[in-house]
């Protein structure tokens, strides 16, 4: 079966370094939190929102070691009032999980994109407010 996971972090600056060390912690916990080996991905999804142009995320799976799964680069959508200096991860790979048994990810400021994903784990300083 093919299914899914999504991810999302952000940075503080649009630094090639920082967005690259913050791909590089959300892919790894995405991957370890589900249980994932290299050859269960079949693809990975990376948007960024507008204010992030430092480098392409990919670069980081790269240096991870997933150099022969397909890797995408995209602009987030930008909506007014949106979560800035956010990375977007999606990774689609083979399991016989049902959705349930999925391990979605938020760090930092992107925990306030999807609460009910990550119960206990939002700090009131890092709460999105529109």
Same mark, same amino acid.
Request: glycine share 4%.
């Given at each position: 079966?093919?299914?899914?996971?999504?991810?999302?972090?952000?940075?503080?600056?649009?630094?090639? &370094?920082?967005?690259? #060390?913050?791909?590089?912690?959300?892919?790894?916990?995405?991957?370890?939190?589900?249980?994932?080996? @290299?050859?269960?991905?079949?693809?990975?999804? /990376?948007?960024?929102?507008? #204010? =992030?142009?430092?480098? /392409?995320?990919?670069?980081?799976?790269?240096? =991870?070691? =997933?150099?022969?799964?397909?890797?995408?680069?995209?602009?987030?959508?930008?909506?007014?009032?949106?979560?800035?200096?956010?990375?977007?991860?999606?990774?689609? /790979?083979?399991?016989?999980?049902?959705?349930?048994?999925?391990? @979605?990810?938020? =760090?930092?400021?992107?925990?306030?994109?999807?609460?009910?994903?990550?119960?206990?784990?939002? #700090?009131?300083? &890092?709460?999105?407010?529109?």
């Amino acid at each position: 079966m093919v299914r899914a996971v999504r991810g999302a972090i952000t940075v503080e600056k649009n630094k090639k &370094d920082m967005i690259l #060390d913050a791909v590089k912690e959300l892919l790894s916990k995405m991957l370890k939190e589900n249980g994932l080996k @290299h050859d269960d991905i079949i693809s990975i999804w /990376f948007t960024m929102t507008s #204010d =992030l142009n430092a480098v /392409f995320p990919a670069k980081a799976a790269r240096e =991870l070691g =997933l150099t022969d799964v397909a890797l995408m680069c995209a602009n987030e959508i930008d909506v007014k009032n949106s979560l800035k200096k956010c990375i977007r991860i999606m990774i689609s /790979f083979n399991t016989e999980k049902n959705h349930s048994g999925l391990k @979605h990810v938020c =760090l930092k400021k992107a925990v306030s994109l999807r609460p009910d994903l990550v119960k206990g784990e939002i #700090d009131e300083k &890092d709460q999105y407010s529109n």
